[in-house]
C-alpha cells in the first residue's frame, strides 16, 4: 500500500520535479546556459526558435530561481492532482510558448527575458479553472485577486518590491501572456477523471 501510494506521488510529482531539476542544472552551468538559451529577440528572428520555449527556464540568478521554483511547488501543491501529467505538460508548453510568441509579437522593444514567472501564472489560472469546475469557490476570489494583481501591473508596473526580489526589472507582460494562454488551455482541458488524490 505504501510502495502504491508512493508510485502515484512521484507520478504527480514527476513534472514539478522535472522542471526543478532542469532549472537548477541549467543554473549550475549559468551564464554559459543563459546566453545559450534566454529569450532573445534578434537570435529568434534569425532563426533560433528555441528560445521562444528555453527562456522559461533561465534566470536571473539564484534568488530569482529559488523564487520560481517556490511558486511552481506551491502551485502544485494546490493543484497538481487536478490533471494529468499529460494536461499538465501541455498547460506548460502552451503558457511557455505563449510567453516567448507574445514578446515578441507585442514587445518587440524588449531585448531579451528569462524566468518562469510568465509560465507559472499560466499555470496558475489553468490550475484555478479545473478546480471551479471540479465546484470549488474559493479560487473564483483567487481569479479575482490575480485578476486586479495583473490589472494592476499593467496600468502601474510590477508590484513594490518584486523586482528587488527577482534581482532584476519584472517584465509584467509575460504575466499577462502566461495567464490568458492558462486561461484557454484551463477551459479547453477536462479535469480527468482518474487523478491522484
Known amino acids: 500500500m505504501a510502495d502504491k501510494r508512493y508510485s502515484q506521488w512521484l507520478h504527480q510529482a514527476a513534472v514539478p520535479l522535472g522542471l526543478c531539476s532542469i532549472s537548477l542544472l541549467l543554473q549550475i552551468f549559468d551564464p554559459a546556459s543563459t546566453e545559450w538559451l534566454r529569450y532573445q529577440r534578434e537570435p529568434i528572428l534569425n532563426g533560433e526558435l528555441w528560445r521562444l520555449l528555453s527562456g522559461n527556464l533561465v534566470h536571473l540568478g539564484w534568488e530569482h530561481l529559488v523564487m520560481n521554483l517556490a511558486g511552481l ?7 497538481g492532482r487536478l490533471l494529468h501529467t499529460g494536461q499538465w505538460l501541455l498547460v506548460i508548453l502552451i503558457s511557455s510558448l505563449a510567453v516567448g510568441i507574445g ?3 507585442f514587445n518587440p522593444q524588449l531585448d531579451w527575458y528569462v524566468g518562469q514567472s510568465g509560465m507559472l501564472h499560466g499555470i496558475f489560472v489553468a490550475g484555478l479553472i479545473a478546480s471551479t469546475r471540479r465546484g470549488y469557490r474559493l479560487e473564483w476570489f483567487l481569479l479575482l485577486a490575480l485578476g486586479i494583481k495583473l490589472a494592476w501591473e499593467q496600468y502601474q508596473g510590477a508590484l513594490p518590491g518584486s523586482a528587488e526580489l527577482a534581482g532584476g526589472a519584472v517584465i509584467v507582460d509575460a504575466h499577462l501572456y502566461g495567464a490568458i494562454s492558462g486561461l484557454l488551455t484551463g477551459l479547453l ?5 482518474n487523478h491522484v488524490e
Open 73 to 79: 511547488i506551491l502551485i502544485w501543491l494546490l493543484f
Open 189 to 193: 482541458l477536462r479535469p480527468g477523471k
Open 103 to 105: 514578446l515578441l509579437v
